[in-house]
């Protein structure tokens, strides 16, 4: 019998197999492609379950998603930007498993509180800072999934002094400033010529002018958009995991410093902000998880 974990991202799919502790094993990727999303997807999750039966299936998936209908709807997946019924979608290939489903941010804080830093942590943020920024809330011990399972969606605060257009419609979110995505995209107006975050953490290591300029850019708006969540939350503990979370002190220093500016409360002074020690498949992790323990809710 085979227990699945699948990890919708913006840029790229993962599927794998879950084993007890929670461990996903078996892992494979996709990049996902500008046409036949679905299609990709489901060639992905078959070559991963193989043979065996599929008895549950844990989904984390990028958001906006709605849990009372198992829709995902990536703002960075045009194809499915208005809504993609991911889990109906599932159950047809797979009409004998139990399939459960959250966004991915929600994902994120179950992988965190069961292997990671927050495990005996009663109030907190996990943040994801990879092509885009998701989150999910800890609160009382319980990870929270909001009305729609949208709790946590850190990635659309609204920081002051950008009005960068995002592509949730709106304006100045820290996605669309300090996402790994927006971080390329500005550094590349400004004239620097790469094409990924990674990439671009290199070139801020090197010194690169516009790729420093760009990671502290992409630092402070997540500090202060850090320090307003901790304020709105009463949490004590934020745990930033991603791939663009990974590009080190150009990145790290302003972040911190936006932090230690605006996080002035009396119950903000304990406020810990740490780099996430799953540095691969934390969602997959966190899908594991919700696949496997019936006492997350999910749709």
Do not use: Y
């Amino acid at each position: 019998m085979t227990v699945l974990a699948v990890d919708i991202g913006a840029t790229k799919f993962a599927a794998g197999v879950v084993h007890p502790g929670p461990v996903v094993g078996d892992v494979r990727r996709v990049e996902v492609p500008s046409a036949g999303v679905w299609e990709a997807c489901r060639k992905l999750l078959l070559e991963v379950a193989g043979a065996e039966p599929v008895t549950a299936i844990g989904i984390g998936a990028a958001g906006p998603v709605d849990i009372r209908t198992g829709v995902t709807g990536p703002l960075n997946i045009p194809e499915w930007k208005s809504g993609f019924p991911i889990v109906s979608a599932v159950r047809e290939v797979f009409p004998s498993a139990a399939i459960r489903f959250a966004v991915d941010g929600a994902c994120l804080a179950l992988a965190e509180q069961r292997v990671g830093a927050l495990r005996g942590v009663s109030d907190a943020l996990a943040m994801t800072v990879s092509s885009g920024i998701g989150g999910g809330l800890i609160a009382g011990g319980v990870v929270l999934l909001g009305r729609t399972g949208n709790a946590g969606h850190i990635g659309h605060i609204v920081v002051p002094g950008w009005d960068t257009p995002c592509a949730c419609g709106g304006t100045g979110c820290v996605e669309a400033v300090a996402g790994g995505m927006a971080s390329v995209r500005w550094a590349r107006a400004q004239g620097w010529s790469g094409t990924t975050g990674a990439q671009l953490a290199e070139a801020a290591e090197r010194g690169e002018e516009i790729a420093v300029a760009a990671l502290h850019r992409a630092g402070t708006a997540l500090g202060t958009a850090i320090a307003s969540a901790a304020a709105l939350l009463d949490i004590d503990r934020v745990v930033i995991g991603g791939g663009f979370a990974q590009s080190g002190a150009p990145l790290w220093d302003p972040l911190l410093a936006a932090v230690r500016e605006h996080a002035r409360l009396g119950f903000l002074r304990q406020l810990g902000v740490e780099q996430s020690g799953i540095t691969h498949g934390a969602t997959l992790v966190g899908a594991g998880v919700l696949a496997t323990d019936e006492t997350v809710r999910s749709v």
